[in-house]
Every structure is written in C-alpha cells, then in structure tokens.
C-alpha cells in the first residue's frame, strides 16, 4: 500500500510540475508575455520595463526556473483589474467553484449511478431504452444552451430560482443541475454497461446460490464491482466538471474561478488567467490522487499487491 | 434409504436467436438420502444445466422450464416461489461451482463471503458467523483460519479458493452438495485433495452429493452411482461398479475407453469419441449419439430410446439404447 | 470484413442506422446551403428584426426559423454556421488525427526511450482539463478560426496517440510485421506500409467520437468569446448572441442548441457503433 502511495504521489507531483510547465510554454513562446500580462493600452515604455523585469532576454531555461519558483510561491503577478495579487484574486473564488462541482459530482453519482443500475437491471426493457435516450441526450447537450434553458424555464418563467449569483441553496440548484447533467449522463452509460459486464460474473451466480437477499446481492456483489471503473472515470470526468464549470459559472454568474477567469480574459487581465487555470489543474491533479487512492480502497487487488 | 431428489420429466429450453436450446430433455432421476451420484457428459449435455435449472439459476430469460418437477424433502422446487427458493439454495442445497478463480467475489473478504450465507440461512450474527467461518475455514484443511478470514480472494491458490467454495457450500450443514465440475479447473495433486476432503466431508456431515464431471476418472474414486448424460438426456444410469464392469450405452462406453487406466493392458492407445456433439437447436429425433456410434441401428436414427431398466444386468442398471451393446462388443471381439 | 458486411451490419442496428442517417443529411443540407432557397446568412433586413418562427409566407419573405436581432434569417444562418462548425471540427479532428497517429505509430514501434517520453506528454497533457487547455491556449493565440483549430486538435491528439500506441504494440509481434523486419524492410517503410493501414480502423472510430467532443468544445469557446468571430455564423457564436435576446425571442438561441444537440448525438450514435462494430475492446 505505502509503495503503492508513494508512486501515485511522485506520478501526482510529476503532473503538477508538467501542468506549470504547459502554462509557461503557453505563455511565453505562444504570446508575448509583455502584451499579455500588461493591460490593454500600456506604453511602450511599460511594455519594455515589463520585458526587462521578466528577463525575456535572459535563457529560456533561467526564465523557466524563476517561473517554477514563482508558481511554487503562488507569485503569479498582480491583477490590474483587482490591483492585488492574481493568486488571492482566484484563491478567494475557489470554495464557490468546488462547492458547485462538488453537488454537480454528487449529483451525478446518485442520478446517473441510479439510472446505469436500473437500466442495466431492466436489460431489453423500454426503461432501458428510455433511460440510455435520456443519457445520449445529456451527453449531446452544449452545457451552456441547457443552462440558458432552465434560466428561461425556472427562473423567468417560473420564478423559482434566481437567475443569477451566488450565496444561498436557491442560488447553486440550477448551475448544479446543469453541471450535473454531463456527469449524469456519463456515469448512467458507464455504470450500465459495468453492471451488464458484472452480471456475466461467476461470482454474482455464486451470490444467488448462496440464496442470499436480492438487495444483498445488487449491493455487495454487483454496485461494489460495477463502481470500480466508475471510480476511475469520476477522476477524468471531474476534468470535464473544473472545465464545464468555466462556462456554467458564466451563465449563471456564479462568483467561482471560472467566472474570474473568463471576465479576466475578457479585460486581457492574463496573471488572473494564469492563476487561476493554474489553480484548477492543480485541483484537478490533487482530485485524481484522491481518486487512485479510492480505487484502492474499492479493490484489494490493487491495495494487496 | 428414501429419495432427498425426485426429479420428474424436467426440460429445459433456451430461446436464442440462433432458435431453441433443446438444453435438457425430459430428465427424471431419484436421488437417494446420503447418496452420491456422479453425472457425467461433455459439455453442452445437460449436465450443469439441469441442476442450474432446478435451483433458479439459469437466466431467464433466455432459459425457460418447460416441464417436470422436482420434488426436494417434499416439495416442488419448480413451484416455490423465488423467496422460498432462496431459503432453500445455500441453506439446504449448498453449491460449488467450476472455477474458484472467478467463482468469489474479488473485493469482498472471505471471512465476510463465507459468513453470509450463515448470516442469511442461520440468523447468526456478525462475529457468530465470523467465528463459525473460522471454523469451517479449519473444517476444509485451511492453516491459521483466523487471519485466512481477513485476506481476499486473490490472495489464495486455486486449491485453496476451492476449499474457500466448498466451505461456503457446506457452511448451512445442506443436506444435498451439488459440485459442478468442482475439480476441472485445478492441477492434478490438487483435484485429488478435493476430492478427498469432499468424501471425507460427506462421510462427517451424512449430505447426499451430486457431483457433475466430465471425467469418468473421477466419478469412480467417489460416486455410488453414475448417470450418463447425453445430448440433454439420461443415457445410462447405474450403480459404479455396474457401469464401470458392463457399459450398455455405446457413448458410456465411448467415455471409459477414453481413461487412461482403463481395461487390462494399461498402455493401450487412448479412444478418443469421433465427431461432433449434436446440434441442440433441431428438435431431438432418434438417439442423439446415433450420429458417433459406430454400433448405431437404422433405429437409433429415427426414434429417441427411452431409459429402461438393461436386460440381465444389476438392479438399478437403466440404460437408453436399441442395441444390445455387450452383444455387440462380443461379436466385435470374435470377429478379430 | 468488407464493405457489404459492414453495410448490412449498420442497417441492422437502429441506433447506426439514425446516427449515420441524421449525420449525412446534416451535412448535405450544411453542404447543399448555397443552392438552397436562403438568403445570405450575413443579409440584415431592419424590417424583419426578431420574427418568429413561422410557416406562412408573407410581404417580408419567408423564414421559417425567424430572424435575429438584426433581421438575419435564421435557417440560413443555421445552414451556413453548420458548414463552419463541421468544417472547423472536422479539420481540428484530422490534424489531432494526424499528429496523434503519427506520434502514437512512433511511440509504439520504436519503444524505449522514445515511448516512455511520449506517454509521458499523454499523461501530463491529460493531467490539464481539455476545457482550461484550450481556454488558456486560445486566450494566448487570440480569437480566430485557424488558432480555434489549434487549440481543438491539440485537445485531441493524446486520444488518438494512447489508441493507436497500443495497437502498433500488438501489430509489431505480429507476423508479417516480424517478416518484414527479417528482410531488413527500413523502420519508415514497416510504420508506412503495414502498421499504418492497420491502426486506420481505430483511429477512425476515435476520429468520430472526437468530432461529438470537438463540436461541443468548439460551442463552448465560441460562446466565451475565444471562438468564431462576427460576422461569420458558427453555432455556438450564434447561440452566445442569441442569449441575451433569450427570454423575448427564444428561437435565436433554442435552434442552434438544438442543431449542435442533433449532430452531436448522432455523430455520437454513429461512433459508439462503429466502436461496437470493429473493436468492442476500444471502449
């Protein structure tokens, strides 16, 4: 287990380090890191003491170790917009960001996972059939065009829920439920197909001889194994959660990383960007090392080696 | 000795896109209390099916009971509705199947796999059903049960996850043991040990044993009585000896000159049975085996042999053929 | 398997059939715009701002799906952005495809060294979600339709690479890859000539699961802003400039949704079951 641990830890550091890594190159071969990171109007002059302080001129390999240093500092530079630095400007939205993705996550476990089960326990039913239309549609969906329709629908139709904003339990049940709505539909087609796959198993035959309770068996013999794919999946679709969140955060003006970034981008107020993507994928890393280590905890397999 | 196992006419058919399964065939056999029998086929007879079938575990869909009963210490298996069907798989029956590599659950302790069914069959409680999971884990010739309990599967040898299954089988004192194949998939030394610590089992705990083998080789170190399944038919059926000494059946006797040990001169070539197992989705006409017999009669083609009781031969001796087999072997030998 | 085989499959399957027939009507009409009754997508006509969807056909003219804000037909535009969304998507499909099999060939074939670096880049790449990847790229580029195929095929070629790696793995112990390599056949012509057709079929089936993604992502930026820029109609760009219009005049938002909901899941139905058909093992 510790062995086990520890790879999964270095290979975790690795990602970090290559995620800065990908950020640099983004930034300083792809653009110029002058005009991006200064505001939209400077001088030429504060563009060429932007430059002298960066040290463009110096090697690329010195201006990627001071980079490295400043990034583990969380040194990103300082918002013009906000006029403080960029890391606290992102720091200070994380626990919004988290707490959508978090109920989108939850969401999409208890919706989909339900879904794939009843799907797969149905199998050649019209409930199949219905579930796996419904899951093809939520996978189909532009996140954005389904948050714009349940604004319309719920919140200026209906008046049910706030259009907008952050700050209350009212606030986070649309963009959850949009969010979700990917996972959901995801999970539902995963989890079927692993419970159809699981079924096939000699050991769930092994379950029914041993007479045991109906709900016994789906529990313990079925879901326990059905979810361990699903396990690694969580990980790739929280990816997809921190990333969708960008945009579902913008419909909804939800006060999280994403809705900092994207007005950041829309000013050129690029150390904000920078963070603030930085901080996500970062995230995203730490919520996979947390996966891998669940999925130990599912299988023995992977814990006893 | 009164019958544990009555089963009368069971058939069981598969409904595949391909067509119909003819999978069992009219089956009817009695099994008596603290009786073993061995059923022996290749694959595709029937054999695994039937029992299966009997105890709810066939899928169904595509598996459907057309007709039969079986009657089990006084009632209808096939007529118990599935929760009483439930009482009775693991508590009375226990079951052991094929393959021990995939027959228990790869995330679940084994401790945890063998108290279940104690817990379910018995009301024990947790640490009662740990403590007698400890017990049984002894019982089957497992060394330091009580850390054995907290390991998993993947952690065990084949042979060893055998007697893990065996002791779950065994776990609710049954009073009827079905082992399908229970060996098939083990070395050699280790299908010997099993079959030991089965009969030793047996001798312990009195339970009648069904034991579904391919291997005529096997039957012989534990059965009291054989029954030979074909194409989804009974077509010999018979105390050991009987069938070992005077085969009636030419596909029984196709199967011992298949042993390795068999007859008097041990090197003799193995027989190996020539050509195909019958295709299930025709409708059964004649003797299903009349196809490989070399000893097949115009007969054998166009009607099905019933299982009647073979002509001067032991008591007990069925047999489902329209020729006169040791005849037959006896001019064979004259004629060389 | 030849081509009759793989027809009569896909017209035995229900869901193929819908997936491959909405998929080619789809791109006809987007294809067949310029020779169809429309006006120009970029043709504004103050008169017939904000019209509904309708079927009648009056002094204005005729638009079924409405007009936007500034009287542009919507059916035209739909037609028209289809052309640039599919186009867009297909071309960031190929170049991911192209950098991902060729890189995904090499890793495979060489191994070593080679394999471990490029696995390496996989992982690392995959470690940065798709979305933030292409918003941080496309923000350093600057909006414009080549850099939106960059940043769409840079999210996509570590599918085709891990896909294709291991099928060139499989393929190297082969035999005929073992018997060229006993005549002394050059590492270019072995990758060209018999790794290369073999790991076509799978990157094919990756090439349209990836095109249901890319559409997807191609909306999402368009729809920050990092996409398609005005007056061209792509989609997802219509759909941000329908937004704000959202609650009195729905048809200029709920259309192209639903043209992007349409195409993407039938080129998602089409591709699970060219998955299902040639490699069930891809999933």
Redesign the interface.
């Given at each position: 287990m510790s062995r086990f641990l520890a790879g999964r830890f270095g290979?975790s550091a690795?990602?970090?380090l290559?995620?800065v890594?990908?950020?640099f190159v983004?930034?300083r071969l792809?653009?110029d890191p002058a005009i991006?990171m200064l505001p939209v109007g400077a001088t030429p002059e504060q563009l060429a003491s932007f430059r002298a302080e960066l040290g463009i001129d110096r090697p690329l390999f010195t201006q990627y170790v001071d980079f490295l240093w400043d990034a583990a500092r969380g040194d990103f530079g300082r918002s013009f917009q906000h006029n403080r630095a960029a890391f606290e400007v992102v720091l200070e939205r994380m626990p919004a960001t988290l707490q959508l993705a978090g109920s989108a996550i939850a969401l999409g476990l208890i919706i989909g996972g339900g879904a794939g089960l009843i799907a797969a326990m149905n199998r050649g039913g019209v409930i199949e059939v219905f579930v796996m239309l419904l899951a093809?549609?939520g996978?189909?969906?532009?996140?954005?065009?389904l948050g714009?329709?349940l604004?319309?629908f719920f919140a200026?139709d209906l008046g049910w829920f706030p259009t907008g904003g952050g700050g209350s339990f009212r606030h986070l049940v649309l963009p959850a439920v949009t969010l979700a709505t990917f996972t959901s539909a995801s999970i539902a087609r995963l989890l079927r197909?692993s419970v159809i796959d699981v079924l096939r198993?000699?050991?769930v035959?092994?379950?029914?001889?041993?007479?045991?309770?109906p709900r016994?068996v789906v529990v313990?013999?079925i879901a326990?194994?059905a979810l361990?794919p699903v396990a690694t999946m969580v990980g790739i679709l929280a990816?997809?959660l921190?990333?969708?969140s960008?945009?579902t955060e913008?419909v909804f003006a939800w006060p999280g990383v994403g809705r900092v970034?994207?007005q950041a981008?829309?000013v050129k107020d690029?150390p904000v960007?920078?963070a603030g993507?930085m901080l996500?994928?970062i995230t995203?890393?730490s919520i996979?090392f947390v996966v891998d280590l669940l999925y130990g905890v599912?299988?023995?397999?992977i814990r006893?080696r | 000795m009164s019958a544990l196992l009555d089963v009368r006419g069971l058939r069981v058919r598969f409904d595949t896109p391909g067509g119909t399964v003819h999978a069992v065939n009219d089956v009817s056999y009695t099994l008596a209390d603290g009786e073993t029998l061995g059923v022996v086929g290749e694959s595709g007879s029937g054999k695994s099916v039937h029992v299966l079938a009997m105890l709810g575990l066939i899928p169904r869909p595509p598996g459907r009971i057309e007709a039969g009963e079986v009657i089990f210490a006084g009632r209808d298996l096939l007529r118990l509705s599935e929760a009483e069907l439930r009482d009775v798989r693991g508590g009375e029956i226990g079951i052991i199947f094929q393959d021990p590599m995939t027959a228990l659950n790869p995330v679940l302790t084994v401790g945890r796999q063998i108290a279940e069914p104690l817990m379910r069959h018995r009301g024990l409680s947790r640490a009662r059903a740990w403590a007698r999971a400890a017990e049984l884990l002894e019982l089957v010739g497992i060394a330091d049960p009580g850390r054995r309990l907290a390991q998993y599967p993947h952690q065990f040898s084949g042979g060893m996850r055998q007697r893990v299954m065996i002791a779950i089988a065994i776990a609710c004192d049954p009073k009827l043991l079905i082992a399908d194949e229970p060996t098939t998939a083990l070395d050699v030394t280790v299908q010997a040990q099993i079959l030991r610590l089965v009969r030793d089992l047996k001798a312990r705990m009195g339970m009648s044993v069904i034991w579904i083998t391919h291997d005529m080789g096997v039957v012989a170190g534990i059965a009291d009585a054989v029954q030979v399944m074909y194409g989804g038919r009974i077509v010999e059926r018979g105390p050991v000896r009987a069938i070992f000494k005077d085969p009636r059946n030419a596909y029984t006797w196709g199967l011992l000159r298949a042993l390795p040990d068999h007859g008097r001169r041990s090197h003799r070539r193995l027989h190996q049975i020539e050509g195909q197992p019958p295709d299930l989705t025709l409708p059964p006409e004649g003797d299903p085996f009349a196809p490989r017999n070399p000893f097949a009669t115009p007969r054998c083609f166009t009607e099905t042999p019933p299982l009647v009781p073979a002509a001067d031969a032991a008591p007990g001796h069925l047999v489902a053929a329209w020729y006169d087999l040791p005849r037959l072997l006896a001019e064979r030998e004259g004629a060389r | 398997m030849g081509a009759r085989g793989f027809f009569r499959a896909l017209a035995a399957s229900k869901a193929g059939m819908i997936g491959a027939g909405l998929v080619a009507l789809f791109v006809l009409l987007c294809a067949a715009a310029p020779l169809l009754p429309v006006p120009e997508p970029t043709q504004s006509n103050l008169r017939a701002r904000l019209m509904p969807p309708t079927l009648s056909w009056d002094a204005i003219g005729a638009h079924p799906l409405g007009t936007d804000n500034i009287g542009r037909d919507m059916l035209s535009r739909i037609l028209y952005g289809g052309q640039l969304t599919l186009a867009i998507g297909a071309a960031a499909v190929v170049l991911g495809g192209f950098v991902g099999v060729l890189l995904g060939i090499l890793a495979g074939f060489r191994g070593g060294i080679t394999d471990r670096i490029l696995m390496r880049l996989v992982d690392i790449q995959l470690a940065f979600p798709l979305m933030l990847l292409a918003l941080i790229v496309a923000a350093a580029l600057g909006p414009s339709v080549r850099n939106l195929i960059i940043v769409l095929a840079l999210t996509s070629w570590t599918r085709y690479a891990r896909i294709v790696r291991g099928q060139t793995l499989a393929l190297r112990e082969r035999e005929f890859v073992q018997s060229a390599r006993a005549i002394a056949a050059s590492p270019w012509r072995i990758m060209t000539r018999h790794i290369l057709p073999n790991v076509m079929t799978p990157a094919l089936v990756v090439a349209t699961l990836e095109l249901a993604r890319v559409i997807i992502l191609e909306a999402a930026l368009s729809f920050l802003g990092l996409g398609v820029q005005p007056p061209w109609p792509s989609w997802g760009r219509m759909l941000a400039e329908g937004r704000t219009y959202m609650a009195s005049a729905w048809w200029i938002a709920a259309f192209p949704g639903l043209a992007i909901m349409l195409t993407v899941l039938s080129v998602n139905l089409l591709g699970d079951w060219l998955r299902d058909y040639f490699d069930p093992k891809l999933r």
């Open positions: 290979e690795l990602a970090v290559g995620v890594t990908i950020v983004v930034t792809l653009g991006l093809l549609l996978q189909a969906t532009p996140v954005f065009w714009l329709l604004i319309l200026v197909s198993e000699d050991y035959r092994t379950a029914r001889a041993k007479g045991l309770m016994t313990w013999h326990r194994n361990i990816g997809e921190l990333g969708g960008v945009v913008t970034i994207v981008i829309e690029f960007v920078q993507i996500i994928a995203f890393v996979n599912l299988d023995p397999r006893l | - | -």
